[in-house]
């Protein structure tokens, strides 16, 4: 069965280093986006990703953040000067197109951890 | 407004009971509605959709129920078993959106 992929599993940094999440969306699928979960709360939007732009962000995704779909398989998050409030497993989606040009049912990764020291 | 904290709501029932959880959605404009599943330290998973032009949705074993009248979303499972514990979301989105909305959890213990 397809999945979205996701590396690493954890990474623990600095704050103000640099980080980048990676993502393996389903092959056939058009929309990509990344959603992030802190601890004991609910999952939050930051971005949504379509023909290689951005097609919505939400008021988290500051110019901290940046999206990037480097070849025609991988879809990465880059946090700028990561920040202790940016702790929290980040979860890469992907969808097909669905029925009346809905983005269709999203298929989560199994999330990357991102804990800032 | 926005429910946040470590404590989530908890539904605790007997396994073969069947489950109810509710869901408040706060936008009128929200016309597509899905509940999710997330076991422990997994990503959410989807389980099931209805569009605003119904009010009953079946799976297998899992029916959405929509009322648009008071914004409220419910998710039952027939049989409950084991395996269905997890935290269940429901998620929210409006036309010409891509951005679901997540509601806060519920997390659901299958007693044996």
């Known amino acids: 069965e397809p999945e979205v992929t996701q590396t690493p599993s954890h990474q623990v940094t600095q704050m103000g280093q640099e980080v980048i999440l990676r993502c393996v969306p389903i092959s056939n699928h058009l929309y990509f986006y990344w959603y992030r979960q802190i601890l004991g709360q609910k999952v939050e939007f930051l971005v949504s990703?379509?023909?290689?732009?951005?097609?919505?962000k939400s008021e988290i995704f500051d110019d901290q953040f940046s999206v990037e779909r480097p070849d025609g398989s991988n879809f990465t998050l880059k946090i700028r000067s990561t920040k202790l409030e940016d702790s929290a497993m980040y979860f890469c989606a992907s969808s097909g197109v669905g029925a009346n040009n809905y983005a269709g049912e999203l298929f989560f990764g199994e999330g990357s951890r991102l804990t800032v020291l | 407004g926005e429910s946040v904290g470590l404590h989530l709501p908890t539904l605790s029932v007997q396994e073969g009971d069947n489950s109810i959880i509710n869901c408040a959605y706060s936008?009128?404009?929200?016309?597509?509605f899905i509940w999710y599943k997330q076991e422990s330290g997994k990503g959410p998973q989807f389980i099931i959709d209805i569009r605003s032009n119904m009010d009953k949705r079946q799976g297998q074993r899992v029916t959405v129920l929509l009322n648009k009248t008071v914004k409220h979303l419910s998710l039952q499972i027939a049989a409950t078993q084991p395996g269905d514990s997890a935290v269940y979301f429901c998620?929210?989105?409006?036309?010409?959106?891509?951005?679901?909305?997540f509601g806060s959890g519920t997390r659901l213990q299958v007693q044996p």
């Open positions: 990703f379509y023909n290689n732009e951005i097609s919505e």
């Open positions: 936008n009128s404009a929200s016309d597509y």
């Open positions: 998620a929210e989105n409006d036309t010409g959106r891509r951005a679901l909305t």
